[in-house]
Each structure stands twice: as C-alpha cells, then as structure tokens.
C-alpha cells in the first residue's frame, strides 16, 4: 500500500515555492536528452507541459484522442481566467486570490497548492499575452477585467465568450513549434489504455491507435496524465461527448490514490435539459452573471411570459439572500438556491426546472452594443439552441453538471502516490476543494503546465538520469498489452443486445439522482447496489457493433462507459463516508 507524503516545503506560507525553486534538485541539460516523458492529453494542461518540457529539452511524446490537439476540452471554456494582477487596484492580492479560492472551496483544497498558484497566476497572464493571446483590453489599451462568483474583485482575463479556445490556440502554438523542432513525437487519435509499471515506477503507457485499432507500447521515464475531469459519469454534462475518466482510472487501478472523488460541481448557469433526447448540455459563461439577474416569480406556478410579470412580483432571490455578493455567489451556493427554488414549485419554463437570467437592466444602463460586445457569442449560442433571443427576453437557465474537483491524489510536485505519474490540471484533486471558483480551472492547468511541473519534476528525474530507455518487449510491456487486448476481446464478445449509450444513460440517471446536488444515505446505498448490477449487466448484455482491428467509437464508448461504471461506484462510496 502506497504512503502518503504531501511534500510539503517547510516554512511561511508565502515562502514555500520560492525556497523550493531556490533548492530543488535539477537535470543538467546533457541529461535532459536521454530522458523521455509521456504526456497523455493535450488541452491546457498537456500542450503548455509538453511545449514546455520539450523546450528544456526533454524528449516528449504527446497523446490525444482527438484528431487535433487543439480540439482538447478545454477549448470550451468560455468566460475567462483569474490573476492576481490588481490591474483595478480595487484591493486584489496574491493573498486575496489564495483565500478565495480556499474559501470557495470550502476550506477542503491543499493551502501550499493553492498559495503557489496564486503566486504563479500573473505570470500566466503574461505569458500569453506574449504568445499573442486576443484578451479583452479596454479603450486605452489595457487590459480588461470582469468578476466572477465568489469573489469581490476583478480579477478575470478574458476573450469575449471564448476565454479557453483562445488560451489553448496559444499553448498549441507552443506545442506545434516543439513538433516542428522534432522534439515533441504528436500522437492524435490515441486514446491511453493502461499504465505500464516496472519495479513499482511508472515506465510508460499502453495506447490503442483508434484508426486502425492496433495497440502500441510507450515507454517514458515519467508520465504525466493530464486528462481533465470525470462529470460524463452524469452522461448529460456540459462536457465534450468524448471526455471521459480512462487513463485517470487505470493509474488508480495500478495504485494511484483518488482524492474526494465525489466532489462535483454543478454549474448553476447552464441551458436547461429540453428532453430524453439530449446527449449532452450546454455551459452558458458565468460571466452573465455580471451583468444578467437571476429570478423567478413570487407567485408559485405562474405561467405568465417574464415580460408580463411586474417588478414588484419578481423575487430576485440571490440578491435578497446574499446582498454581498448578489448575482455572484459561488457556484455551489447558485446552484443550490436555484434546485430550491424550482424544488418549493417557483420554477419557469415548460419543464420548470429553469430560473430566469435577465439582461434588461444592463442593457438599458450600458446599451445593447456593450453587452454584444462583452457576451456576443454567448447569446448567438443561445438563441441558436432555444431559438429565443436573449437581448428581448431573459435567458432560462438550470444548474448541470460542469467540473469535478476530485480527481487522482497527488503531492506538492503533482506526483501521484505512484513514483513517475504525475497528474495535472483537473486530472488531480489538490487545489478546488470541495467547490472550484470561476475561472480557475484554465488558471490551474497553464498554472501546472507552465510554471509547476517544469520545476518539481526535476525532483523525481534527477535520480533517474542512469536510467536507460527500456526497451518496449520487456515483459511487463507484453503483460501490460496482453491484458488490454483480453479485456478489449471480453467487451467484443459479449454479444449482448443492448447499446453502450443504454449503459450510460442509466448511469447518468443513478448517479444524478443519488449523487448529484442533493444526497442521503438511503439514496446512495441505493444507488451503490444499483451500480453493481448495472455493472454485470453490462457485460453480459452491452453489444458492440464492428471490429476492434478498424475504427469503432462504440468500442472506445464502451470502454469508457466500463470505466465510468467503476468510477460510479467509488464516488458513492465516498460519498456515504461524508457527513458534512
């Protein structure tokens, strides 16, 4: 059984990253040459450690499943990334940062973690403005700022509704010039297997080329997972169809300790679900809240339009309850008012499962072209999906499913508790807590990829620089395979009659049902019963059409959903061992 040592620098709070900067053991750059390292993800986290690492000179290799790295997850994000940067000088900090993101996460994230990330927040701002990076400036050329729940402070960079497609363009750049250098080896539509383990390190990775459905043995001296989040457990979240917990889960499998993975955050401003047909849900920014107010009728039931029903008959409940921070709670505290409002029957919309977002105010203090300017695109997305424009009538939003805090344990260098995997950005549980601030996860994963890893990974390779390349017919590369491959074949044969999505769909149900925002101990030891039987039936029953030697997307859904399953049942275990 693995032990549990943080690594924590000893010292002042404010002086542990600075010493351990100062101290760290390094890698001369002769050494650098012979070692290689394994990056599997390529969003912010993956592209800006790969770019980066290969840029010191390490040899790299890079996996994704998509068939660009630019195409990774985090090019959704659209509202914008923290920085202690006080360019409103309205009292922003370094200390403020840290202690809003511990706060808002409910005091349960790893103080160390989080103070460096603060510290290392402005340089991110930084280095992509010099990447080129379009943030929003103001008339005179500065750069712009907006707030976000939980805070009392501008502190959010921006691209209009864009923020993470912007961000991840720069750190693809990065990227592609060390592919040009040859010193990153790109592997898109690769999806990662297994961990290979050899003497109780980490030593490289099984990954299956979802072209041709041929598997491929990878050997690194340290690998780095930085696969995102695990919400698609839910099946409906505003996560991409493909994002998913596989090569998190399979390091758990060969030791890697998760960290709360219960911990879920529902995104309070999101399209609300329109039927059973739905595969996915739709992320509107929380930016809106700086501008649009959330509300529903004081009269229960009311089916009158929201144009019709007076001021004086509209409870603008976040307002009334949190005058401090009106609009811009935290998420958790949104999302919970909101289910309470619909819950106690104030809910709008045909569903009433919706709470109303409302501009009207904003555009008639700043004009229409300022609040096109500043959500534009958020509101042709809107309007393209519900076909109801937005500047005319309020937004009906729900809370769904968004991010997952808990994700593999790590320590103070991003080490999980097995030797040479590391995880980074929202693949690790260490600096959210029990509750992410807006736009703090794009601040995380360039945070790890830029500013962390290219220092603390030098600890662990320092002492592997006699460790020569292990050639990939060492046999726990062919077990490693061999075990791939049997599980690929047991899926394959199942024969079964039923659909993966069929699997996942009851998943999603269980899962959001019982361990969604509102949780008991009856619901979930419900639900933990309900998830082992799903996961016999699955395979018995799942049916995979196609081949596994050729292109088969319900064969990479099915190994997911598999996945997904297991995950299922650890995060309501977890969850019946909380009694807060």
Not at 66 to 84: E, F, K, L, T, V
Request: net charge neutral.
């Amino acid at each position: 059984m693995a032990t549990i040592d943080s690594k924590i620098p000893a010292g002042k709070l404010s002086e542990k990253w600075e010493k351990y900067r100062s101290t760290a053991p390094l890698v001369n750059p002769a050494n650098k040459r012979n070692i290689e390292i394994i990056v599997v993800g390529s969003g912010l986290a993956g592209s800006s450690a790969a770019a980066t690492l290969a840029e010191m000179g390490y040899k790299v290799k890079c996996f994704c499943f998509q068939d660009s790295a630019r195409r990774a997850h985090s090019i959704a994000a659209q509202g914008g990334i923290n920085a202690a940067k006080n360019y409103q000088n309205d009292g922003d900090s370094t200390y403020r940062l840290f202690y809003d993101t511990i706060k808002g996460g409910d005091y349960r994230a790893r103080e160390a973690n989080v103070y460096r990330l603060a510290e290392v927040s402005a340089s991110i701002i930084d280095q992509c403005v010099a990447q080129g990076v379009p943030f929003a400036r103001e008339y005179g050329g500065y750069l712009d700022n907006r707030s976000f729940g939980g805070t009392q402070v501008q502190r959010t960079f921006y691209a209009a509704g864009q923020t993470g497609q912007q961000l991840l363009l720069g750190a693809y750049s990065a990227l592609q010039r060390q592919v040009g250098k040859k010193a990153v080896e790109m592997h898109a539509r690769h999806e990662m297997l297994d961990v290979v383990m050899i003497d109780g390190k980490a030593r490289g990775i099984i990954a299956r080329d979802l072209i041709s459905g041929k598997l491929e043995r990878h050997f690194g001296h340290a690998v780095l997972l930085c696969t995102g989040g695990y919400g698609n457990v839910f099946f409906l979240s505003t996560n991409a169809m493909g994002s998913n917990v596989t090569a998190a889960w399979k390091a758990h499998k060969k030791g890697a300790y998760f960290g709360n993975p219960c911990f879920t955050q529902i995104h309070p401003t999101c399209i609300p679900v329109s039927g059973d047909h739905q595969s996915k849900l739709t992320l509107m920014s929380e930016s809106l809240r700086n501008d649009g107010r959330v509300w529903v009728p004081k009269k229960k039931d009311d089916n009158r339009k929201p144009e019709e029903i007076p001021e004086e008959e509209r409870d603008y409940y976040l307002e009334r309850r949190y005058p401090a921070f009106g609009n811009l709670v935290p998420r958790d505290v949104a999302s919970r008012a909101a289910k309470e409002r619909c819950d106690a029957g104030y809910g709008v919309g045909s569903s009433k499962l919706a709470v109303y977002l409302d501009f009207k105010d904003s555009i008639k203090r700043l004009g229409e072209d300022v609040i096109r300017a500043r959500y534009g695109n958020l509101f042709e997305m809107y309007e393209k999906i519900t076909d109801e424009n937005p500047y005319n009538s309020p937004m009906r939003i729900y809370p769904a499913v968004h991010y997952t805090m808990g994700g593999l344990w790590v320590d103070y260098n991003l080490m999980t508790t097995v030797p040479g995997l590391y995880a980074l950005g929202e693949a690790n549980f260490s600096d959210h807590g029990a509750n992410r601030l807006g736009a703090s996860a794009l601040m995380q994963g360039l945070a790890d990829g830029y500013f962390v890893i290219p220092y603390t990974i030098g600890s662990y390779l320092s002492n592997e620089i006699g460790t020569k390349a292990i050639p990939t017919d060492n046999p726990a590369f062919i077990e490693a395979e061999k075990q791939v491959q049997e599980r690929i074949n047991q899926m394959m044969n199942a024969k079964g009659t039923k659909s993966v999505d069929h699997f996942h769909k009851r998943l999603g149900k269980i899962m959001w049902e019982h361990c969604g925002m509102e949780r008991s101990a009856e619901g979930l030891t419900k639900a933990k019963a309900m998830i082992t039987e799903l996961r016999e039936e699955f395979w018995r029953e799942v049916k995979i059409p196609g081949a596994a030697n050729e292109l088969n997307m319900e064969l990479e859904k099915a190994g997911r959903v598999a996945d997904f399953i297991e995950l299922g049942e650890l995060m309501v275990e977890d969850a019946l061992h909380r009694k807060e």
